[in-house]
């Protein structure tokens, strides 16, 4: 026997204070809204929401306790067109915490029986069919948590450097994670993981989506699954398969992930999908929102669902109710689960009004003045599939982006495309050309060379063309534009000219990314070598194809990558907070940066234009810096060589053949040393010392990074 009585509109969901479960569920086009209790064999207990404010149904539910799964149905009396749904369906609470079950491709599922081109079968279809045997229940949590003294790191912009990993990728293969955890948000948090970050010197992971979602028909019948998750149904809930168990036990298992990696001073960023949902478009699965009210939840056209994201659906970005539920979703993963920041898929679909993408849109602006979000991370991937999608620099204050042409720039550049030596030196420098205009720092500028979507490090050097035969549909799927170099050789090697050159190129890839302006994203697995076998679209590749093998650990590369953070974290030069003037600044008797052709002259407007030089050298003045947090403010149990300074000199030959580099003079320096050479698979023990105006030859294929000496 169900007690219920009226209840709170809010908060929306389902919210355990101890005693009893408040339940609130948004709907326009409902006459009335049930609720739906289930016990531990699958049956049944209905019982109508008896309150109603504000098109949301709710009420308060005696003895509701946590771990109790549920659903709603929709009673609809006129309304059926709008609400595209029957009584028949088990929803979802989009407010859900936790998301127990799977959704079981049942042609229950959906509202019309789909033919073999998708289309409706007809009037009857199978919509009268129950889907509640088929489809997952949302689960009452309880809130409760020790987080102990938990506190964000707060790292600074400027100081940030992006670990992209996935949760069962990252653990999955990890001899030294316990079986249990392996996969898990658990083995995120585990010792030998959080050991491995922070050798590295990475501040912050940056997890692909962790808000339930669910594996796609159309993968289920291939075998495949959908592993990155960008399928999302539950925009409260942490994905159940990432836990042991059911019934909320996600949620404690995520905030124990937070707490260890904040424990560690590495902040959680979350990759979050709001731009669709996993319902898919015209036919597909009722779920969640469009049984609830399709038209607040998604972008509709009569029985079309206009589409920018690829998926069948887009989200209703201009619609008060979809935009409380991800500014409700967003403050309560701060909020409750201490995560420090989003990357936003997709983002322009965010911020699409009527006539386009709008920088003042309003998902936009509710975010620049919610109290809680401006004070956390916010990424925008800045590109969707819609007209005008490609929106690099279009988000404003608050914000940071993922550089395309940062990647672009760097792949094509080390892959020997000519007449790029601008577009790197721009790209180096933090992209002012992109970002400055906004008024914000080189921080707005999230630097990648790889990421999840395409080949990973070893990849872009080992193959020309993609191999996504794994995936089912016949090689067709992932990008053609890789803008990579195989290095003479397509796929695996025992060439050892051609392995050396792979390697160089790694280590010239790496040494860019991590010694440019802004913020470095490192893909997860590029430092130990990690390999895809050529699939530049390992979406559906929940396998050895996308997890982290950590038997095969390339330790040379590496140790590389730790000295390179290493020596971004020392030296403020390679992290600024302002922009390079190339003029006199504070401090010195020098400009901040100055840039030089391979014979020591400075470069001229005609040496910039020649399109047949791919060689530059960049002076990085240490004692120019601008602001007081350009100052290196080095721990006195960590003083600065004394024969050192914060003032260095990178060389790069893209060059197929050696380059002869004549280091500035003596104006310039009283010396160098020569700390990283990438021809070189490890820093020298000695640095080479070289005096001003010397001659440095430099092998095809490399970089070098110099240090001035006092």
């Not at 860019?512 to 490192?522: A, E, N």
């Not at 600044?585 to 910039?608: N, Q, V």
Request: one cysteine or more.
């Amino acid at each position: 026997m169900v007690t219920i009585d009226t209840g709170d509109p809010y908060p929306i969901g389902a919210s355990f204070d101890g005693a009893g479960t408040n339940v609130s569920v948004f709907s326009s086009t409902a006459d009335a809204v049930e609720l739906c209790l289930f016990d531990d064999q699958g049956a049944e207990a209905s019982v109508e929401l008896p309150g109603h404010t504000g098109h949301r149904w709710h009420g308060y539910v005696h003895e509701l306790a946590a771990g109790q799964t549920y659903g709603f149905r929709i009673r609809s009396g006129g309304a059926g067109e709008a609400t595209d749904h029957g009584r028949a369906k088990l929803l979802l609470d989009p407010y859900a915490k936790a998301i127990d079950g799977a959704v079981q491709w049942d042609r229950a599922v959906y509202d019309h029986q789909p033919d073999e081109d998708h289309q409706p079968a007809g009037s009857d279809g199978e919509s009268h069919r129950d889907s509640a045997p088929f489809v997952p229940r949302s689960v009452v949590v309880n809130p409760w948590y020790d987080w102990g003294d938990d506190r964000s790191p707060r790292t600074p912009w400027k100081d940030t450097v992006i670990y992209e990993a996935h949760v069962k990728g990252l653990t999955m293969r990890h001899p030294e994670v316990p079986a249990a955890h392996r996969g898990r948000f658990l083995g995120v948090a585990e010792p030998p993981v959080i050991d491995h970050l922070q050798r590295l010197g990475v501040t912050a992971v940056e997890l692909l989506p962790v808000q339930h979602f669910i594996h796609d028909h159309r993968l289920h019948d291939l075998g495949l699954r959908n592993y990155w998750g960008y399928n999302t149904i539950g925009f409260f809930a942490p994905h159940g398969d990432y836990a042991q168990g059911a019934r909320g036990r996600q949620v404690t298992e995520f905030k124990t992930m937070v707490r260890e990696l904040h424990r560690a001073g590495i902040e959680v960023i979350l990759d979050v999908v709001y731009n669709h949902t996993a319902e898919a478009g015209r036919f597909g699965p009722t779920l969640s929102f469009r049984g609830l009210d399709k038209g607040a939840y998604y972008v509709v056209d009569g029985d079309d669902y206009p589409d920018v994201t690829g998926t069948g659906n887009t989200t209703n970005a201009q619609s008060p109710d979809f935009l409380q539920l991800v500014m409700d979703s967003l403050r309560y993963w701060v909020t409750d689960m201490h995560v420090d920041g989003f990357r936003f898929d997709l983002a322009p679909a965010l911020a699409r009004e009527k006539d386009g993408f709008d920088s003042g849109a309003g998902f936009l602006d509710l975010c620049h003045q919610d109290p809680i979000l401006n004070t956390v991370k916010l990424i925008a991937e800045p590109w969707d599939l819609g007209d005008g999608g490609y929106r690099v620099g279009g988000f404003g204050p608050n914000w940071s982006e993922w550089n395309g042409r940062y990647r672009d720039s760097v792949r094509s550049y080390w892959a020997g495309a000519t007449g790029l030596r601008g577009e790197l030196a721009a790209r180096i420098t933090g992209s002012a050309d992109i970002f400055a205009a906004s008024g914000r720092a080189p921080s707005a500028s999230v630097n990648f060379v790889t990421a999840h979507d395409g080949f990973t490090l070893h990849d872009l050097v080992t193959y020309e063309h993609k191999h996504n035969e794994a995936n089912g549909e016949d090689n067709r799927d992932g990008t053609d534009d890789n803008r990579s170099w195989n290095c003479g050789i397509e796929g695996p090697t025992d060439d050892p000219g051609v392995l050396a050159l792979r390697a160089r190129q790694s280590r010239n890839i790496l040494a860019t990314l991590l010694l440019s302006q802004g913020v470095p994203m490192l893909l997860g697995g590029d430092e130990m070598g990690r390999t895809q076998h050529g699939s530049n679209n390992a979406y559906a590749q929940d396998n050895e194809i996308s997890w982290l093998d950590w038997d095969k650990v390339d330790g040379s590369l590496m140790r590389w990558t730790v000295e390179l953070l290493k020596l971004r974290r020392e030296h403020p030069v390679f992290r600024r907070t302002s922009w390079f003037s190339g003029e006199i600044a504070p401090g010195s008797d020098l400009p901040d940066i100055a840039w030089f052709a391979p014979d020591g002259s400075p470069m001229s407007d005609e040496r910039w234009s020649d399109h047949g030089q791919n060689s530059l050298g960049v002076y990085l003045n240490g004692d120019a810096a601008r602001t007081a947090e350009d100052q290196d403010r080095r721990p006195v149990d960590r003083p600065a060589p004394d024969d050192r300074t914060g003032c260095f000199y990178l060389a790069f030959n893209a060059h197929s053949t050696r380059v002869l580099f004549r280091l500035p003079d003596p104006a310039w320096a009283r010396g160098w040393s020569k700390i990283l050479d990438t021809h070189e698979a490890l820093p020298p023990a000695h640095p080479r010392r070289y005096q001003p105006g010397a001659r440095v030859q430099m092998p095809a294929h490399s970089m070098a990074i110099l240090q001035q000496t006092s």
